[in-house]
């Protein structure tokens, strides 16, 4: 079975658009970029883990720096919490994993 023809005044009527030149078909990038970076990554306090093992997963999944790490752990460890990433969802849930792999208490929050 054939679709039945278009009748050329109803193919000639009917606007084609364009996602390069029609705004109206673009996504909005803005929305998009702003949705991607919108997880944090938050590391909380347990009375378990050594400061300095936290430091070092920190360094190891992270890659901060000994100092950037340290003074994370810190606030962990005053303020009960820390944010120690802010990127897209994908990483971030990859990196809560691996925290957790560690055995560090850490979950992924949606940033307002």
Known sequence: ????????ALA????????????AVRPDTDEADASA???????????VNLMSYV???LQRV???SRARA???MLQVHHEGRAVVAEEPREPAELHVAQLHGYGLQASLERDV
């Open 70 to 72: 340290e003074q994370l």
């Open 37 to 47: 970076r919108d997880w944090l990554v938050v590391v909380w306090d347990d009375p």
């Open 12 to 23: 000639a009527a009917t606007p084609v658009l364009d996602p390069v030149t029609d705004p």
């Open 62 to 64: 992270f890659g901060h």
């Open 1 to 8: 079975m054939t679709p039945a023809p278009v009748p050329a």
């Open 55 to 57: 430091t070092l997963v």
